[in-house]
């Protein structure tokens, strides 16, 4: 900014404010720009917070507002850890983020290696691939039920076609076995795009003076892949698998697309029982306990997950 601009701003500026704005220190003035952001952090965050916490020591119903509120202590906590169906949640929760998570990994990292291999028209296989992240789960959820379909769901017939079995003899949505493979599918055909721009990042961060040097030690492909590129790319595969476990332990919208989530089924993950409780059952308080002790959960894993997330970075 000029002198001539900086002078017209201050013959501008009212006497008044110019005499409180000389007065302000720099730290003042850097609160009076942050103030407001704090505030809607916590307004948003925090508070809601600490009332959820409060709420999880309470047999507090929404939709009995009128209804004397009790503190039960930790009676709230005590029924979740020991309910059978919220270890089965959590259970089912925990095969889906595996799986998910390992496909994703596997073929994203597989796809990036590909890519980065810079063949002809590979932009336009990476604007292709990255189509499916671009989509809304709702609409995702509602495509994949068509394709699950027993009688036209063109998936059936695609598995029929390498067994051999009718394809009109199998519901794979309506299988106790074949259901959680089928949000597995989904998931990793929507979200492995993810995981492989993050580790074509990775990839493309690796200077080729390395590589070079490699060679001229004469290390074979084999050799460069294990101790130069696996090496270099893992911070970025620990950091997709940490964006990656977040989502997923929170997934909601697509397993309900895909087969409602019932009540005691294979597919009923924690963040589903979560719901059922809160807006089903109406059990705010008991709702409330459960969604701090899945809080505390991905925050105490993601915690530990950083620090070794830290340690791969230093070395």
């Not at 998910?100 to 990036?112: D, E, K, P, S």
């Not at 027993?150 to 076609?161: C, D, E, K, M």
Request: proline share 4%; glycine share 6%; with cysteine.
């Amino acid at each position: 900014m000029s002198d001539k601009t900086i002078n017209r701003v201050a013959k501008a500026t009212p006497r008044r404010l110019a005499r409180k704005v000389r007065g302000l220190s720099d730290r003042a003035i850097t609160w009076i720009f942050v103030g407001p952001t704090i505030f809607l952090l916590l307004a948003i965050n925090i508070f809601p917070l600490i009332w959820t916490i409060n709420l999880s020591f309470t047999n507090f119903k929404a939709n009995r507002i009128n209804r004397a509120v009790d503190y039960i202590g930790l009676r709230n906590y005590e029924r979740i850890l020991t309910d059978g169906d919220i270890w089965l949640s959590m259970q089912a929760t925990a095969h889906f983020l595996f799986w998910t998570i390992f496909f994703q990994v596997l073929i994203g990292f597989t796809l990036a290696w590909l890519i980065n291999r810079k063949f002809k028209g590979n932009d336009i296989w990476t604007t292709i691939i990255v189509l499916p992240m671009m989509l809304s789960p709702a609409v995702v959820g509602n495509f994949w039920t068509f394709l699950y379909q027993p009688q036209i769901g063109l998936f059936n017939y695609v598995v029929a076609f390498f067994t051999g079995a009718d394809p009109s003899s199998f519901e794979m949505l309506g299988s106790v076995d074949l259901a959680p493979w089928s949000i597995v599918i989904v998931d990793t055909w929507m979200w492995t795009p993810f995981v492989m721009l993050i580790c074509l990042a990775g990839l493309r961060s690796i200077p080729d003076y390395i590589y070079e040097a490699a060679e001229v030690d004469r290390a074979s492909k084999l050799r460069q892949f294990f101790t130069i590129t696996i090496p270099m790319v893992m911070p970025f595969l620990m950091l997709a698998v940490l964006f990656r476990g977040i989502e997923n332990f929170k997934m909601f919208d697509l397993v309900v697309q895909l087969t409602g989530g019932g009540p005691g089924s294979t597919t009923e993950l924690a963040s589903i029982n979560l719901k059922r409780e809160a807006f089903e059952k109406w059990r705010t308080g008991y709702s409330s306990a459960f969604a701090i002790i899945l809080f505390v959960t991905v925050f105490g894993l993601a915690s530990i997950y950083v620090k070794a997330l830290n340690k791969v970075k230093e070395r």
